[in-house]
């Protein structure tokens, strides 16, 4: 490890969120291509923690890893954007983006907030840092062990910000 | 008043809005409960004529009288029990605890066809994962991707299918006495234990921090908010102020949003996060700040907690004047870190040892987890703070540690080999990552050679042993 890399490492944990740049230093980011190509997962995961629940969950086996702290790796190209991993993982730190579309992004997140959202819902767009940056639609809620997986669409441009969603009590 | 069946008299009163429980005997200062597990004694009241019950572990029942104690009370005029009945138990191992440690050793000893007794002082088995309604990390095998309680459900389950196991609920164990005799009390009975081995998972208690005012009503163990919210969903107040950013405080966080309370701030002395970033990033982008190198300066309120003041430190931790910010919160809770409880270890004579990476005076032992009281075992959090992987991996060591010396043959082989992976896996595996550096060192200075266990055993020898 380099200097440059403790460096970054220090700040996402004073910060308490991830920066896009610091994702793509780590590798954690998939390739342009790979991302245009359709849905994709990506984990922010950057600590060696005593974790590997998505590695065997992962239909594809697209998930490698060798020891139970590793950092998990995607490999983008087995990768089918199913959304098992946003599912089971507890960090509640594996998201699918899809900026495959010309009109739109989609985000897959994992929620665990009532109400519960339903297909149509409009709902808040909340960054890393838990701005409001806008609004999205619901277009598919699936649930697993009580963790909801929920696709949003949202604006262009916004795939890769967009990581928490909030539904207005009804 | 009414209250659920399965519930203590303290979460009966929370939920109604009662948070004062008693006043102090000096000062006659209000006292609501803080931990919720039984450790702490700020619930205690008046029930049925008994005074300082604690009510946090008190099941609920039609027709109880419970009233508020002002400071020191009398003792009740009658006995409350017309007998008490007293019992004698051989078994071939006592488990103390039933948490995650406890219950994994239970389970596999019992599997194995010893006869078990379980002892908690809770009317239920689970420990710590009772209240745990987040996911758990770890692997598939170890419960990965369970919810906590869902772990404890799925352990009592196959216990109450062995036949060869007897569980003690609502009973503390009190103390270890000559000849290897264990003493264990219910509300209505006496036990006395004569066990061949012992594995005390007593686990630990919240640590308390000192500010003004912090006896106040709703300054609570963040384990204890978690027990009112999550064990019996009772929703502990309207607006948060965390204190500590580990895992606990974390977690803690999170599962507040989720009850709908207001998370106003986490602060955190340290200039950086305690806890694991994933936790950390779960509650950031709900909005939920984290202030590093910021202290809790006091609280204000009447008769619970209206207020709460926080303060920047320097490096020296000392607070920037100038620097206060004030919250309107109903609720502080501490998140400051754990103490091991192993005062059964101290008193039945165990040779101890304070190790500040692990939280506080814990048991010197073996790598398979022996004290220097001969077949007296210590795992999960009693034994260092880690967490609910590690102490169940500690149970399964003690468990197949116990099963070593009483197996012979192939029979031997096969427990020396399993307990050999379990050791290899906990030590050079999990805890190998570097987040879980300063527990795994707390660790290392905690366990000694068998070679060194049995110059310590005759340098302070124990007073007494199982056999
Ligand atoms: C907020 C929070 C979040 C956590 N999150 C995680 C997580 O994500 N992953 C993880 O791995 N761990 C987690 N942990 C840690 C984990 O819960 C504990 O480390 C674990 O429960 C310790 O297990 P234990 O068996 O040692 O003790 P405990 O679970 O504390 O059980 C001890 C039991 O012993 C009983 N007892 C004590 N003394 C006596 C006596 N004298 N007589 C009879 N009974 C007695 C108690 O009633 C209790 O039931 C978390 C803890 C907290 C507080
Ligand atoms: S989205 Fe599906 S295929 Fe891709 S890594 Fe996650 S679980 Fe595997
Ligand atoms: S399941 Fe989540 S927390 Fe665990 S290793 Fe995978 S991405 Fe990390
Ligand atoms: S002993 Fe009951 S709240 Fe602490």
């Given at each position: 490890m380099n200097l440059g890399e403790i460096m970054l490492d220090m700040d996402y944990r004073r910060r308490g969120y991830i920066e896009i740049e610091e994702l793509k230093e780590l590798g954690?980011?998939?390739?342009?291509?790979?991302?245009?190509?359709?849905?994709v997962a990506v984990?922010?995961?950057?600590?060696?923690?005593?974790?590997?629940?998505?590695?065997?969950?992962?239909?594809?086996?697209?998930?490698?890893?060798?020891?139970?702290?590793?950092?998990?790796?995607?490999?983008?190209?087995?990768?089918?954007g199913c959304g098992v991993c946003v599912a089971v993982c507890p960090g509640l730190a594996a998201f699918v983006v899809d900026l495959s579309k010309p009109e739109a992004d989609y985000v897959t997140l994992p929620y665990e907030f009532l109400p519960v959202p339903v297909k149509g819902d409009s709902v808040i767009l909340l960054n890393r840092r838990g701005e409001r940056i806008g609004v999205g639609e619901v277009t598919r809620v699936w649930e697993r062990n009580k963790t909801y997986v929920v696709t949003v669409k949202v604006p262009k441009g916004f795939g890769m910000e967009v990581r928490g969603i909030w539904v207005e009590r009804r | 008043m009414e209250a659920y069946e399965g519930e203590s008299i303290a979460i009966a009163l929370y939920a109604i809005g009662i948070d004062v429980f008693s006043w102090s005997p000096k000062l006659g200062r209000p006292r609501g409960p803080l931990c919720m597990i039984g450790k702490c004694s700020s619930c205690f009241m008046i029930v049925d004529g008994v005074p300082n019950t604690k009510t946090c572990r008190f099941p609920v029942r039609e027709g109880l009288r419970v009233e508020r104690q002002r400071g020191w009370t009398t003792p009740p005029p009658k006995p409350?029990?017309?007998?008490?009945?007293?019992?004698?138990?051989?078994?071939?191992?006592?488990?103390i605890g039933g948490g995650p440690a406890g219950l994994e050793a239970a389970s596999i000893l019992s599997k194995s066809g010893f006869n078990v007794v379980i002892v908690d002082e809770h009317f239920k088995l689970g420990g710590q994962l009772l209240k745990q309604t987040h996911k758990f990390f770890g692997s598939v095998d170890l419960f990965g991707g369970m919810r906590g309680f869902q772990i404890a459900?799925?352990?009592?389950?196959?216990?109450?299918?062995?036949?060869?196991?007897?569980?003690?609920?609502e009973t503390v164990v009190y103390g270890v006495f000559r000849g290897g005799l264990v003493s264990a009390v219910s509300p209505s009975k006496y036990y006395l234990i004569k066990p061949r081995a012992v594995i005390a998972a007593t686990g630990a208690q919240e640590k308390l921090l000192e500010f003004p005012n912090n006896d106040l009503p709703g300054v609570m163990g963040a384990g204890g908010a978690q027990t009112i919210m999550n064990e019996y969903g009772v929703k502990p107040g309207e607006r948060a102020l965390v204190v500590g950013s580990g895992n606990v405080g974390l977690i803690i966080a999170y599962q507040l949003l989720q009850a709908g309370v207001k998370v106003e701030a986490i602060v955190e002395i340290l200039r950086e996060i305690g806890g694991w970033f994933v936790h950390a990033a779960k509650i950031r982008r709900y909005g939920v700040p984290i202030l590093t190198g910021h202290t809790i300066n006091y609280v204000v309120g009447d008769s619970r907690v209206e207020k709460a003041v926080v303060v920047a430190v320097d490096e020296k931790f000392n607070p920037i004047a100038g620097s206060e910010k004030e919250y309107n919160v109903d609720l502080v809770l501490l998140a400051?870190?754990?103490?091991?409880?192993?005062?059964?270890?101290?008193?039945?004579?165990?040779?101890?040892?304070?190790?500040?990476?692990?939280?506080?005076?814990?048991?010197?032992?073996?790598?398979?987890?022996?004290?220097t009281v001969r077949n007296l075992y210590v795992a999960g959090d009693s034994s260092g703070i880690e967490e609910a992987t590690t102490a169940i991996l500690e149970g399964r060591i003690a468990a197949y540690s116990i099963m070593s010396k009483y197996s012979d043959g192939e029979k031997a082989i096969s427990v020396e080999k399993e307990l050999d992976k379990t050791l290899k896996f906990l030590w050079d595996e999990y805890r190998s990552s570097p987040l879980l550096s300063r527990a795994r060192r707390g660790k290392e200075l905690a366990t000694v050679s068998k070679e060194e266990m049995e110059e310590l055993r005759r340098k302070y020898p124990p007073p007494v042993e199982f056999r």
């Open positions: 954690l980011l998939p390739p342009r291509d790979r991302l245009e190509k359709g849905p984990l922010e995961c950057p600590e060696q923690i005593p974790c590997n629940i998505c590695a065997p969950f992962c239909p594809t086996k697209a998930i490698q890893m060798k020891k139970i702290i590793d950092i998990p790796r995607v490999d983008w190209n087995k990768c089918t | 409350i029990i017309d007998e008490v009945e007293s019992l004698e138990i051989k078994t071939d191992v006592l488990i459900e799925a352990y009592v389950k196959n216990l109450l299918s062995q036949p060869n196991i007897r569980v003690l609920t400051i870190g754990l103490e091991p409880d192993a005062r059964l270890h101290a008193q039945a004579g165990a040779l101890m040892k304070y190790i500040p990476e692990l939280g506080g005076l814990i048991p010197l032992r073996t790598r398979e987890l022996e004290t």
